[in-house]
């Protein structure tokens, strides 16, 4: 790089346009409804973030939603759901706690109400093959996510033959049965899956990805991202997905998101997952998230503690597509003062203010 000189100004961030961007999802026959989504978050980049919040509890409720609606009057344009208890989906009827990621009203409900629909899935998995066969008999224990918790391995789980690999396709088959009842009822769906394999691995030490479908390297996540792709649209026919690539903003991580990019034709959004202690602007993430695609794809906070002001970020050329917090209790921030600030700021979606996308 060129050393600046004295009195040289330097030159500002190249900001993708709107016009820039892929005007078409990735999938051919996607749904209608899918593309109407898509043409929106197009027509509001640079001009508005929609408010966003992840569902908590069983991650399959408008709880949250709600909550910021007894704060602030309206509720988030979007909420995020957690295929995270899968393995136990549905739950006997004589448990006291309970969770059936068939029963998808609040879904329905958020986008019926003009509300937009995102998925993710902290994919929990067994420890070894005798931990996944007492959960067919409904006994679940030996199940985790974090690679720090399972020796579950991805390589094992894209070789044909393995009892990892004879899993993994079991669980596909079963998050594809629960996302087909959403397609039924013409809700689209943002899709997060494999979320931060991007950017972490390493950064916490030898091998140190936080999930195991992080831990194997690049390589072997990008197939399993493909393999996803091959399965849900392919296979089972999930027209209704949009999918969001989603990227860990640890400081340094940026020089390894292009290594475990999947593609342009195999990715329709980039996402950041930021937690910081502020709530300024977030240059460094966005100019990478946007030079990974080389500025084709509309780039999000997917995750986030404390909310990025969004006035602040879009005058700042960071054109976030959405915002989404990921709880109500843990980000000091957040106050209800600021939540009435973002949610009647003139940069900000709510739910009441979107239009049917049907």
Known sequence: MEEQGEGQEEEPP?????????TALTNPKASPEAKKVYEFLLSTAGEKMLSGVQSGGTANNNETSEEIFKMTARHPALVGYDFIFLAYSPTPESWLWQVNYGDI???????QKNGLVSYMWH???PATEKYWEEAQNGHIDGYAFYSKDTPFSIQNALTEGTWEHRFILQDIEKVAGYLKLLQAEGI?????????AAGNYDVYG???????????GADACKQLWKLLRDKLEGEY????LIWVWTLDATPGAETQYAGWYPGNDLVDIVGVDIYADDIATKERQYKA???LSAGHKLVTVSECGNIPEPFQCLGAGEDWAWFMTWDLESYP???????????TSARVLSREQMPSLK
Do not use: C
């Open 14 to 22: 190249v900001i993708p346009q709107a016009e820039e961007y892929d």
């Open 105 to 111: 009203s609040a879904a329905r409900e958020q986008w």
């Open 123 to 125: 994919w929990n998995v």
């Open 188 to 196: 689209p769906v943002l899709w997060r899956p494999l979320h931060e």
């Open 206 to 216: 030898p091998n140190g990805a936080w999930f195991w479908w992080g831990r194997g």
């Open 237 to 240: 026919g999930l027209d209704n």
């Open 289 to 291: 998230a946007v030079a």
């Open 333 to 343: 921030l957040n106050t209800p003062t600021y939540w009435k600030q973002l949610m």
